[in-house]
Structures are given as structure tokens and as C-alpha cells.
């Protein structure tokens, strides 16, 4: 699995919602692959109080429990079978319900990730058509003088054409367009939009996929290893019409089920507490 370092992903986050601080923070202390066995467990735990959660009345008819948080917010604690489905397709389900609650914020990062799509497929002919004109002018030093730049070094190679530039190193390669950028480091892919203030960042095996725009961001998780854990956020810069600011779910369990999940709505500007009390509800069950 590519290893991907958090705080860079964190600080690229921050810097796509520069003009929004404290909307999304991801902090992590470890790059290391998620390898602990899990619990598989056929009832939940609900404490009556965890973090800033305090759990409204019993269990439910179904098993799941309710907790209350600041402002109005809701956490579900729920126990989870697969019944012969993946648990991406058993999360899919969850992530669709609770980003019906933000469709301003999920309007926003799709229209901006058809854009971006489209850039990058511009982007990808314009290098190869700024590669082929790089060539070219090599053959015409004159005419290309104070126009295009080459550079040849071993394990380097840059191609500058105006405001247009690829540099290639081992394992990375970075093509710049004005105001846009894209960087590919091995598996990772970092797409910049200076101008929009967007960044997407992304992995080849899909471990986490960051899509944060100015006024919306949405972020997906998946540890690797023998088990499942996922995490999903989505979050605004404005409250949703029901008041809602941002979603998300915390799950985990044995890679066959149950798995545990926890879903989160906040009205808050900051949920860090919130997910951090639903996250340990979710390892109190099944464990870390």
C-alpha cells in the first residue's frame, strides 16, 4: 500500500480552505498500515456518556443507540451485518443518507470535480503538446530563445514553455499551468487550483480521496490490513436549510461483519470533539 504522510494531506486541506478556517482538521500521529484485529461482536456497548455525547434514553428496537451532543448535534451508534455485501457497498448507503443533508456542500465539490476532470484532460494534452514544441525548438535555438527551457541532469529533466512547466524526477512528476498544478508521487496525486483555492488529493488504492473546495470539503478514508475502517466526512462553509454544517460516519469491525458504525451530524463550526467522542464509542466495541 502507498504510504501517504497525514499532515501533508492535512495542510493541503488547509490550504484549499484558507478562507475558512476551522471548517475541516485531520491530524494523525502514525503512517504505519492498519493491521489490529478487530472484535467481531453480536450486541453494542452504549455508554451512557462518552466525550461531549450523552446517549437519550435505552437501545432501540434495532439494537442502535442515540447520543446527543453540543448545539443540537446527533450521533447513531449501530451495529451492522453485511449479509453477503462488501462494506463499501454497506457504507455507500450510508455515506448517500447523510449527504442528502448537505446538498449545497455535495453540489458544490461535484460541479468542481467535473471541472477540475476536464482541466486535468486538458492538462495532460497541453504537456504533451508543450513536450512535442519543446523538441521543436531545440532544433531552432534563436527562435526559441527566452521562450522555452530545458534542463537534462541525471534523475532530472524540465520542459518550460511560458507559464506551462514539467519537471520529472524519480517517482514524481509535476506539470504547472499558470495557476494550476498536478503532482503525482507514486500513487498519490495532488491536483492545486490556485485560482479556485481547490485541491484534490488522492491515492492509487483509494486509502483516502480529499476533495475540499473554498466552501466545501469532503474526505473519505479506508485503512488497509485484515479489517475495516473507514471514515467519511462532508462538510459547508454555510449550514444546510436543515441547519446542518457537517456529516460523516466512523466505522469499523472484522472484514467479513458486523461491523460497527457511527454517523455523525453536527451543527457546530468545529466537530472535532464530536467525531473524536463517536470514534470512541466505535473502538470501545470493536476495538482499535
Known amino acids: 500500500m502507498q504510504q501517504i504522510t497525514w499532515p501533508v494531506i492535512a495542510l493541503a486541506l ?22 489490529g484485529v478487530l472484535k467481531v461482536v453480536d450486541a453494542l456497548q452504549c455508554p451512557q456518556t462518552q466525550g461531549v455525547l450523552t446517549r437519550k434514553g435505552s437501545a432501540r428496537a434495532d439494537g442502535s443507540c442515540v447520543y446527543g451532543g453540543p448545539r443540537g448535534s446527533e450521533v447513531i451508534l449501530q451495529l451492522v451485518q453485511l449479509d453477503g455485501r462488501s ?30 476532470e476536464a482541466e486535468a484532460v486538458r492538462a495532460e494534452a497541453d504537456a504533451a503538446r508543450a513536450e512535442a514544441d519543446a523538441s521543436r525548438a531545440a532544433a531552432d535555438a534563436e527562435a526559441a530563445a527566452g521562450e522555452t527551457a530545458q534542463v537534462r541532469m541525471p534523475g532530472l529533466r524540465v520542459d518550460a514553455q511560458g507559464d506551462k512547466a514539467t519537471v520529472r524526477l524519480p517517482g514524481m512528476r509535476i506539470d504547472a499551468d499558470g495557476d494550476r498544478a498536478n503532482i503525482r508521487i507514486g500513487g498519490l496525486t495532488i491536483r492545486a487550483d490556485d485560482k479556485s483555492s481547490r485541491v484534490n488529493v488522492s491515492s492509487g488504492d483509494d486509502a483516502v480521496n480529499i476533495d475540499a473546495t473554498d466552501a466545501a470539503a469532503r474526505i473519505r478514508t479506508s485503512g488497509s490490513g485484515e479489517a475495516v475502517r473507514a471514515t467519511f466526512l462532508m462538510t459547508g462553509k454555510e449550514a444546510s436549510a436543515s441547519g446542518w454544517r457537517t456529516v460523516g460516519y466512523e466505522a469499523r469491525g472484522p472484514v467479513g461483519g458486523p461491523i460497527v458504525v457511527a454517523t455523525v451530524r453536527s451543527k457546530d463550526r468545529d466537530p472535532d470533539r464530536l467525531f473524536d467522542a463517536a470514534k470512541a464509542l466505535v473502538t470501545l466495541n470493536v476495538g482499535d
Open 14 to 35: 488547509m490550504a484549499a480552505a484558507c478562507d475558512n478556517p476551522g471548517t475541516v482538521r485531520i491530524t494523525t500521529s502514525s503512517t504505519s498500515d492498519s493491521s
Open 87 to 116: 462494506s463499501t457497498e454497506a457504507l455507500k448507503s450510508f455515506e448517500n443518507r447523510l449527504t442528502s443533508d448537505l446538498p449545497e456542500a455535495v453540489a458544490e465539490v461535484e460541479a468542481e470535480n467535473a471541472r477540475v
